[in-house]
C-alpha cells in the first residue's frame, strides 16, 4: 500500500457508519487539493453521508476571489458541494497575521460544521516538522512539542481529523502532478519573513540535505511528546478531581501539598479544561503569591482577558470585565432585563409587564438595606453577600431590581433573590436566561 492509499484507508475509516457531515478544508493549494480529489473518490461509495468543501476566502491578497472561483470550479468537477466564508483578519493584531488569519479560519469552519461532523484538514508531514521548530523556539513543553494531532474533538463537538500527517509535501506534489490536478500557489507562501517560511525555506532545506529523513524524525518526536502529554492528562485529571470544589475551582490547601511544577501542570490541565488562553511560565511562577496570600486577602494575577483570584482558599479562573459604573440602569425593553456586561437576562412574562407601571434595575449599593422574603430583619447588601458567600467580582456585577422604584430582587450573576416587596403573583413571572452567544 503507497502513501496516498493509506491516506485512503485512513479516510475511510471515518465513513463507516450513520450519516454524518463531511467536510474537506479546501484552500486550494496542493495539500488541500489533494485531500479533496482523495475524499471524492469515496464520496459516491457513501451517499449517507453531506459532503462539503469549505473555502475560507481571508481577503489578503489581490487573487483572493480568483482562488475562490477556481475552488468552486474544482469542487463542481468532483462532484462535491461547496461552500465559501469570507473573513475580516485584523492585521495589527498582537497575534501576529499569521495566528489571527488562523484563529479565523478554524472559528469560521467550526461555525459550517454540524455537532459531530468530520472536518479534514490538509496538513502535511513537512508541516508537523516546522510546527515542532515554531515551537522549540517559544520554549514549548511536551504539549507544544506534540505539536498537531492527527484526531482530535473540539469543545463544539466538531472533529478535527489530518490524514495527510504522514505524508511529504514532495509525495503529494507528485501524487497532484500524477493525476493532473490543479492547485492554487499563494505567494505569501513565499514570504520568508513570516517565521513559518522562513523555517520553509531557508532552514529545513539544510537540514533535510544534512540528515535526510530529518521531518520524519522530527514527526516521531512529537508522537512521543503527545504520548507523554497523555501520560499526564491521565496523572492529573484524577489529582483534579480530588482537589476541585463547587464552582469549578481549586481548593487552595489541597493544591499547596503538591510541588510547584506539578502545581503549574495542575493548573495548566485546568485552565486547558476549561477552554482558557494559557498563561506564560513568567505568570504561573507569580500565582505562588496568590496561593500563598492572607485568608482575607484579595490578589489578582492577570494575563491576556483573565484573571487568577482566590476567595475562601479556593482558586478561581475568572474573565475579567469591568465593574458596573455607580449609577447604572437598565430600563425593560421588549420584556427583558439584559445585563450590561453580558451576565445574562431577566425573562418578564407579559402579564407581569402588564400589571406594574416601571421595571428597571440599578448597580447595587452595598451600603443599602435589603430584606429577603425569607429573613428575619434588613441587613446592608454587604452583609448579604457575605451571608450568601458572594465573590468580589461577582458582586460587582450585581444589580438591584425595582418595580415602580420599590426594590424587589437582587440579581447577581444567574441568582435572583426575591425582598419582601416582591409580590408573590410576580414570582413564577420572572426567570433568568444566559445569553445565546452570536455566532
Given at each position: 500500500?503507497?502513501?496516498?492509499?493509506?491516506?485512503?484507508?485512513?479516510?475511510?475509516?471515518?465513513?463507516?457508519?450513520?450519516?454524518?457531515?463531511?467536510?474537506?478544508?479546501?484552500?486550494?493549494?496542493?495539500?488541500?487539493?489533494?485531500?479533496?480529489?482523495?475524499?471524492?473518490?469515496?464520496?459516491?461509495?457513501?451517499?449517507?453521508?453531506?459532503?462539503?468543501?469549505?473555502?475560507?476566502?481571508?481577503?489578503?491578497?489581490?487573487?483572493?476571489?480568483?482562488?475562490?472561483?477556481?475552488?468552486?470550479?474544482?469542487?463542481?468537477?468532483?462532484?462535491?458541494?461547496?461552500?465559501?466564508?469570507?473573513?475580516?483578519?485584523?492585521?495589527?493584531?498582537?497575534?501576529?497575521?499569521?495566528?489571527?488569519?488562523?484563529?479565523?479560519?478554524?472559528?469560521?469552519?467550526?461555525?459550517?460544521?454540524?455537532h459531530?461532523?468530520?472536518?479534514?484538514?490538509?496538513?502535511?508531514?513537512?508541516?508537523?516538522?516546522?510546527?515542532?521548530?515554531?515551537?522549540?523556539?517559544?520554549?514549548?513543553?511536551?504539549?507544544?512539542?506534540?505539536?498537531?494531532?492527527?484526531?482530535?474533538?473540539?469543545?463544539?463537538?466538531?472533529?478535527?481529523?489530518?490524514?495527510?500527517?504522514?505524508?511529504?509535501?514532495?509525495?503529494?506534489?507528485?501524487?497532484?502532478?500524477?493525476?493532473?490536478?490543479?492547485?492554487?500557489?499563494?505567494?505569501?507562501?513565499?514570504?520568508?519573513?513570516?517565521?513559518?517560511?522562513?523555517?520553509?525555506?531557508?532552514?529545513?532545506?539544510?537540514?533535510?540535505?544534512?540528515?535526510?529523513?530529518?521531518?520524519?524524525a522530527v514527526?516521531r518526536?512529537?508522537?512521543?511528546?503527545?504520548?507523554q502529554?497523555?501520560?499526564?492528562?491521565?496523572?492529573?485529571?484524577?489529582?483534579?478531581?480530588s482537589?476541585?470544589?463547587?464552582?469549578?475551582?481549586?481548593?487552595?490547601?489541597?493544591?499547596?501539598?503538591?510541588?510547584?511544577?506539578?502545581?503549574?501542570?495542575?493548573?495548566?490541565?485546568?485552565?486547558?479544561?476549561?477552554?482558557?488562553?494559557?498563561?506564560?511560565?513568567?505568570?504561573?511562577?507569580?500565582?505562588?503569591?496568590?496561593?500563598?496570600?492572607?485568608?482575607?486577602?484579595?490578589?489578582?494575577?492577570?494575563?491576556?482577558?483573565?484573571?487568577?483570584?482566590?476567595?475562601?482558599?479556593?482558586?478561581?479562573?475568572?474573565?475579567?470585565?469591568?465593574?458596573?459604573?455607580?449609577?447604572?440602569?437598565?430600563?425593560?425593553?421588549?420584556?427583558?432585563?439584559i445585563?450590561?456586561?453580558?451576565?445574562?437576562?431577566?425573562?418578564?412574562s407579559?402579564?407581569?409587564?402588564?400589571?406594574?407601571?416601571?421595571?428597571?434595575?440599578?448597580?447595587?449599593?452595598?451600603?443599602?438595606?435589603?430584606?429577603?422574603?425569607?429573613?428575619?430583619?434588613?441587613?446592608?447588601?454587604?452583609?448579604?453577600?457575605?451571608?450568601?458567600?458572594?465573590?468580589?467580582?461577582?458582586?460587582?456585577?450585581?444589580?438591584?431590581?425595582?418595580?415602580?422604584?420599590?426594590?424587589?430582587?437582587?440579581?447577581?450573576?444567574?441568582?435572583?433573590?426575591?425582598?419582601?416587596?416582591?409580590?408573590?403573583?410576580?414570582?413564577d413571572k420572572?426567570?433568568?436566561?444566559?445569553?445565546?452567544?452570536?455566532?
Open positions: 500500500m503507497n502513501a496516498i492509499e493509506t491516506v485512503v484507508a485512513n479516510i475511510t475509516e471515518y465513513l463507516a457508519g450513520d450519516g454524518k457531515q463531511i467536510i474537506v478544508a479546501y484552500s486550494g493549494g496542493v495539500d488541500s487539493q489533494v485531500m479533496l480529489h482523495c475524499v471524492a473518490s469515496l464520496h459516491p461509495k457513501y451517499p449517507q453521508h453531506d459532503f462539503l468543501a469549505v473555502h475560507i476566502n481571508h481577503g489578503l491578497q489581490e487573487q483572493a476571489n480568483s482562488w475562490e472561483q477556481h475552488c468552486k470550479t474544482q469542487c463542481e468537477a468532483l462532484g462535491i458541494p461547496f461552500k465559501s466564508v469570507r473573513v475580516h483578519i485584523d492585521v495589527k493584531s498582537k497575534k501576529g497575521i499569521e495566528a489571527a488569519a488562523r484563529e479565523q479560519r478554524y472559528q469560521a469552519l467550526i461555525n459550517c460544521a454540524d459531530g461532523s468530520i472536518i479534514f484538514l490538509g496538513q502535511h508531514l513537512d508541516d508537523q516538522a516546522e510546527t515542532v521548530l515554531l515551537q522549540l523556539k517559544r520554549g514549548a513543553g511536551p504539549k507544544g512539542l506534540s505539536a498537531m494531532p492527527e484526531c482530535h474533538q473540539h469543545h463544539s463537538g466538531v472533529i478535527f481529523s489530518r490524514p495527510l500527517l504522514h505524508i511529504s509535501r514532495e509525495q503529494l506534489v507528485a501524487y497532484a502532478s500524477d493525476n493532473q490536478l490543479q492547485w492554487i500557489e499563494d505567494p505569501s507562501n513565499q514570504d520568508s519573513r513570516y517565521d513559518r517560511n522562513f523555517l520553509r525555506h531557508k532552514i529545513m532545506p539544510l537540514l533535510s540535505q544534512r540528515w535526510p529523513g530529518f521531518s520524519q514527526a518526536s512529537a508522537s512521543l511528546s503527545a504520548q502529554q497523555a501520560l499526564l492528562y491521565e496523572v492529573c485529571d484524577a489529582r483534579l478531581q482537589i476541585t470544589d463547587e464552582n469549578d475551582s481549586l481548593n487552595i490547601d489541597s493544591l499547596n501539598e503538591y510541588s510547584i511544577a506539578w502545581q503549574h501542570q495542575l493548573v495548566r490541565t485546568w485552565l486547558e479544561q476549561k477552554n482558557v488562553s494559557m498563561p506564560s511560565k513568567a505568570v504561573l511562577d507569580e500565582l505562588q503569591q496568590v496561593l500563598n496570600a492572607k485568608h482575607d486577602a484579595e490578589p489578582i494575577l492577570q494575563w491576556q482577558e483573565w484573571q487568577f483570584r482566590r476567595f475562601r482558599n479556593k482558586l478561581f479562573c475568572i474573565k475579567h470585565c469591568e465593574a458596573l459604573k455607580a449609577g447604572s440602569k437598565i430600563a425593560l425593553k421588549h420584556g427583558k432585563l445585563h450590561p456586561n453580558g451576565f445574562g437576562q431577566l425573562i418578564f407579559s402579564s407581569a409587564t402588564k400589571n406594574v407601571g416601571s421595571i428597571e434595575a440599578h448597580k447595587s449599593v452595598f451600603s443599602e438595606k435589603f430584606k429577603p422574603q425569607d429573613a428575619a430583619m434588613s441587613k446592608p447588601l454587604k452583609q448579604w453577600f457575605k451571608t450568601w458567600d458572594i465573590a468580589p467580582w461577582t458582586r460587582e456585577q450585581s444589580l438591584t431590581v425595582t418595580f415602580d422604584g420599590l426594590p424587589v430582587a437582587i440579581w447577581v450573576a444567574e441568582n435572583v433573590i426575591f425582598s419582601v416587596h416582591m409580590p408573590p403573583v410576580f414570582i420572572m426567570q433568568w436566561q444566559p445569553i445565546e452567544p452570536a455566532l
